[in-house]
């Protein structure tokens, strides 16, 4: 917070939160900026791409930054952010237990040294259908014989399956093992490779990439004689950004390592 002299006398000015975007000439580092630029209480002090450095983005204003960038570079871009003071906020895929774990011992051990703690969240999806889709397929899941999970993209996606769904088909395994369900059924003997999809956790997930499509995904939960489909369309980027700009004004006031925007959501 700062302080301006006005007519009235010295008055408390809450300052605008500096927001450096990483991945800032993508599709959704672009949206980011579009965002950010329309909302009066951020303000946009870097745009950050490939071959940029993000050591100097404390000394321009930035408090906050921003990734959307690609799998095999976000994990190091989360470290430098942290390593140059700033908050982070990642909705690039590719995470996996052991990346998430380093990124929490980087943050925490950080925080052990700093008076103001360093947030970092994580989150596979940012809009609100997704969000309850994922929350309502892991509160369906125990009910159910049967689950397999549809994600459809467009087609210059570099990740399959994404993460959104590796993150519904871990969310539904868990529910089932809490329910103590055991595998889904499945006679299938004879198939052509990759026919019945990944499997992640016991539960097949197909990947759709088609011209036209932005970010779709369909949990079908089964048993015998009905059906139970949960549905999610982003058709817009814009889609994205309030949960975004949610994650950007909250991740100072979460210290350490958060993952999942449902986790900044009463639900
Ligand atoms: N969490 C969500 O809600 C959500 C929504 C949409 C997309 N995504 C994810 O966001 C990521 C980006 O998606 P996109 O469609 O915007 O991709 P994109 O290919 O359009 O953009 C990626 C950008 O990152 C830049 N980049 C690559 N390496 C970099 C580096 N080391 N440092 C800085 N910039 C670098 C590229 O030059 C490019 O401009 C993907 O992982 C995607 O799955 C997440
Ligand atoms: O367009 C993408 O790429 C998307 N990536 C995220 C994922 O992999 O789940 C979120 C949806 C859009």
């Not at 959704?28 to 745009?47: I, Q």
């Not at 309502?136 to 570099?158: C, D, G, I």
């Amino acid at each position: 917070m700062t302080t301006r002299l006005s007519a009235l006398g010295t008055v408390p000015v809450v300052s605008a939160i500096g927001v450096a975007v990483v991945g800032a000439a993508g599709r959704m580092g672009s949206t980011v900026c579009e965002a950010v630029e329309a909302a009066d209480d951020l303000e946009l002090v870097a745009r950050v791409d490939a071959e940029d450095d993000v050591a100097g983005l404390a000394a321009v204003g930035a408090s906050v930054g921003v990734d959307f960038t690609v799998p095999a570079a976000v994990e190091d871009n989360v470290h430098a952010l942290l390593d140059a003071g700033l908050h982070a906020v990642v909705g690039t895929t590719g995470w996996t237990e052991e990346s998430l774990g380093r990124v929490r011992d980087h943050v925490e051990r950080l925080n052990a040294e700093r008076s103001d703690g360093l947030g970092v969240v994580i989150a596979p999806n940012f809009a609100l259908s997704a969000v309850l889709a994922m929350r309502f397929a892991a509160q369906a899941a125990r009910y159910f014989e049967s689950a397999e999970v549809v994600e459809l993209h467009h087609p210059n996606k570099v990740d399959a399956p994404s993460g959104t769904a590796l993150a519904t088909a871990r969310h539904i395994a868990g529910a089932r093992r809490d329910a103590g369900r055991g595998d889904v059924p499945d006679a299938t003997e004879t198939q052509i490779d990759g026919a019945r999809g990944a499997v992640v956790d016991g539960v097949h997930v197909h990947a759709v990439r088609l011209r036209g499509l932005v970010a779709h995904e369909e949990i079908l939960l089964g048993n015998p004689g009905e059906q139970l489909t949960i549905r999610t369309d982003s058709f817009d980027r814009v889609s994205f950004m309030p949960g975004v700009l949610l994650a950007v004004r909250e991740v100072a006031r979460r210290p350490g390592l958060t993952v999942g925007l449902d986790q900044m959501l009463d639900l």
